[in-house]
């Protein structure tokens, strides 16, 4: 069946730092991709998201590329705020499907 | 807009217990979910529906029912809660229409503790 694998956590980085969270899925046909955001106390929210091949989603300084031949959507941001702490959770739903499929999440700590 | 509203955000129960978790939803949104978060886990999919009368089980469905009488509403029910049913329970929803690139909209969170 279609799944989502991401680096493990807890990812610590300094303020300014650069940051890449891993993601590869597993998946028939053409999914959507998508990165969601938890900050602590609250649900998740959607950050960025790409629908088909070489889309690039963007959103507050976050980017990622929806990489079919790599079958990857890696996160990325230049440059890392306290602020961006909170857990990271990639995510696919398929063509046809009604179900999003969740990676296990990843926890960043971004330190002054 | 209220989003998508849970209730209550925090319970604790004794083994045995019943009771539901309340989700409501003012977007109009035709599919409805219920997700348990686990520490390593990530968020593993309880129920869903497609619409009001229509329910479909996920992924780690047992233990718990569902009903969808309305397009706003859909309460998660545990008959006989156990310890393994400690988690934080998430409702989230999405347009139907073009579903497989549509969001999920969450709420804020459950968080349920048997003992």
């Known amino acids: 069946g279609d799944s989502v694998t991401q680096m493990e956590g807890p990812v610590t980085l300094s303020e300014e730092a650069f940051l890449t969270i891993n993601c590869t899925y597993t998946?028939?046909?053409?999914?959507?991709l998508f990165w969601y955001v938890q900050y602590p106390g609250e649900g998740l929210q959607l950050l960025l998201k790409?629908?088909?091949?070489?889309d690039k989603g963007s959103n507050k300084g976050f980017e990622a590329t929806y990489r079919k031949e790599t079958t990857s959507f890696h996160l990325e941001k230049g440059s890392v705020q306290v602020s961006d702490s909170a857990v990271y959770f990639c995510a696919l739903i398929n063509t046809g499907g009604f179900k999003t499929i969740f990676g296990a999440g990843t926890r960043l700590f971004v330190k002054a | 807009n209220a989003g998508v509203t849970q209730t209550p955000k925090f319970q604790v129960l004794k083994t045995g217990q019943s009771m539901t978790l309340q989700c409501a939803q003012d977007m109009n949104h035709e599919y409805m979910s219920w997700y348990r978060q686990d520490p390593g886990m990530g968020l593993r999919l309880i129920h869903y529906s497609v619409g009001a009368g229509i329910t479909d089980q996920g992924e780690v469905p047992n233990g718990y029912n569902v009903s969808r009488s309305t397009t706003e509403d859909f309460p998660l029910r545990l008959l006989s809660a156990a310890p393994s049913q400690t988690s934080v329970y998430f409702c989230?929803?999405?347009?139907?229409?073009?579903?497989?690139?549509?969001?999920?909209?969450f709420g804020n969170g459950t968080r349920l503790t048997v003992t």
């Open positions: 998946a028939t046909g053409y999914p959507s």
């Open positions: 790409a629908t088909k091949a070489d």
């Open positions: 989230a929803s999405r347009k139907r229409e073009s579903s497989y690139n549509s969001p999920l909209h």
